[in-house]
């Protein structure tokens, strides 16, 4: 018999957006809007999220751009099931889709799906990335799962965001800063013109996040991107912080 899981029903993007998700677990946060906000695609594109939970990321997505098709991928049936109620109770039905599946899943579990490989012109991802071996993580099992990270997390999760992706498409993620390395290691089998973005939490902070894009199948180099101060000093929300994580505005990358 299944269990019922208590939940609660909470706005983002300044009430843009009403989302239903567990009361205890993983709850969505600034990690999912800053993914959505530094992924930009024109309107008729196919977008992928992987590990969606309650679909925060890609519903943001879907909200900031008219006409993009959204596949939502989650290996927790019951947050797949919270996402695909978020997707009409925000009116974005008809443009998301929603599949209950593990990243690591078969290519032919993905294609009975109906999710084919060089199908995305995007995806964005928000992996699960504490290292168990050195960080303290949660007794919840959900919430675990969507945060403890094992040693081929970002090896699995990049290559199927390879295989989604179309020539040229376009990867978007979101990893602690201090794993910066470990990305840049695995992103060169697939993908290049890595651009890294870091988050600070206030000023003369460390970085507490790094956004990264990729692009599939080329050789040009790396660049460092200025970064994005979510506070300042006396601890109130950025005016560019406020405009994306309350507005909904796009992050822009310098150059890009």
Known sequence: MAVEVETTEDAVLGGQLTLRQPKRGHRVGHDAILL????????GEHAVELGAGVGAAGLVLAKRIN????????????LAALAE????????????????????????????AGVDPGTAARV?????????????????????????????TLTQWLGRAAWLLAPSGV???IWRADGLADVLSVARADFGGIAVLPIYPRPN????????????????????????????????????AEAILRGGAALRWQGG
């Open 67 to 78: 006409d993009l098709r959204v596949t939502l991928i989650e290996i927790d049936a019951h």
């Open 171 to 173: 990867l978007t993620l």
């Open 36 to 43: 959505a906000a530094a992924t930009d695609a024109p309107p």
């Open 85 to 112: 109620e978020n997707a009409a109770r925000n009116g974005l039905a008809g443009r998301v889709r929603i599949a209950a599946l593990d990243v690591a899943a078969s290519e032919r579990e993905f294609s009975n």
């Open 205 to 240: 902070a460390a970085a507490i996040r790094i956004l990264v894009r990729a692009i599939k199948g080329t050789r040009a180099p790396i660049a460092l991107m200025p970064g994005l101060t979510l506070n300042d000093a006396g601890g109130r929300p950025t005016a560019e």
């Open 124 to 152: 964005l991802m928000n992996p699960p990335f504490n290292d168990p071996a050195r960080q303290n993580v949660s007794p919840d099992p959900k919430r675990r799962l969507a945060h403890a990270a094992s040693a081929d």
